[in-house]
């Protein structure tokens, strides 16, 4: 079964820095995606970004990027110039694509503060 | 981007009563979608996978006959939660993908539900 893991409840950033979310990931499928969502306290999940498995290329969107290690089963949110809006918890997700459900797993969620 | 619309926003309801949610795709169709649970502070967990035109996959542990799950039309799903006990008061999340069911999901803004 495929498992997502965030090993980090919570992370904190001053305003305008940068900040890296971990997150990992087992599967034993060779094609999926992966996904980053934002929930702030509104609790509307926005997506941030999506990787798919079969690119090499790391996904980019503006501020967000991720650092995409396939071998390692890692996928890293990097979010730069941290803005206040940033705050929220962040959730690193699993989509198979053998399997074609479209189900997605959850990781534990980070929240992430924004220090002004 | 895609609007996923939830119905309503929040209730509170009696222990004993049945209580529906409505999860509409209001500017696509969408031939899948999918619930979830989330309690506060915690990560979304699937609940079923709503199937237009057929009976809804549920995840293993969630009582079929507690949450029903009709995908009435292509833009319609709804979650009914019978008989609710208080602990069912959690926040119920709907999504949809647009297109495939490997595309990104988009995400209802989500149902806070408390039975008393």
């Known amino acids: 079964a495929q498992t997502v893991t965030q090993s980090q409840p919570e992370m904190s950033v001053q305003e305008a820095e940068t900040v890296t979310l971990s997150c990992t990931y087992d599967t034993s499928e060779s094609d999926y995606y992966l996904f980053w969502y934002k929930q702030p306290p509104s609790r509307q999940m926005i997506l941030v970004i999506r990787?798919?498995?079969?690119?090499?290329q790391n996904a980019t969107e503006n501020r967000f990027s991720v650092n995409f290690q396939k071998a390692a089963k890692s996928f890293s949110l990097k979010i730069s110039d941290s803005q206040l809006g940033d705050a929220a918890m962040y959730f690193c997700?699993?989509?198979?694509?053998?399997?074609?459900?479209?189900?997605?797993?959850f990781g534990q969620g980070t929240t992430l503060q924004v220090k002004p | 981007g895609a609007v996923v619309s939830q119905h309503p926003s929040w209730v509170i309801c009696k222990s004993g009563t049945s209580v529906k949610i409505e999860c509409r795709s209001l500017d696509f169709q969408a031939t899948t979608m999918f619930w979830y649970r989330q309690f506060p502070k915690q990560s979304l967990m699937l609940m079923a996978t709503?199937?237009?035109?057929?009976?809804?996959?549920?995840e293993q542990g969630v009582e079929k006959d507690k949450f029903l799950i009709n995908h009435a039309s292509l833009t319609l799903s709804t979650l009914t939660v019978t008989s609710a006990h208080p602990e069912d008061s959690s926040f119920y999340i709907c999504?949809?993908?647009?297109?495939?069911?490997?595309?990104?999901?988009?995400f209802g803004p989500g149902t806070r539900l408390t039975v008393l």
């Open positions: 990787q798919e498995a079969y690119k090499q």
């Open positions: 709503s199937n237009e035109g057929s009976k809804a996959t549920y």
């Open positions: 997700a699993y989509a198979g694509s053998s399997s074609n459900t479209g189900k997605l797993i």
């Open positions: 999504s949809a993908p647009r297109g495939r069911t490997t595309d990104t999901q988009y």
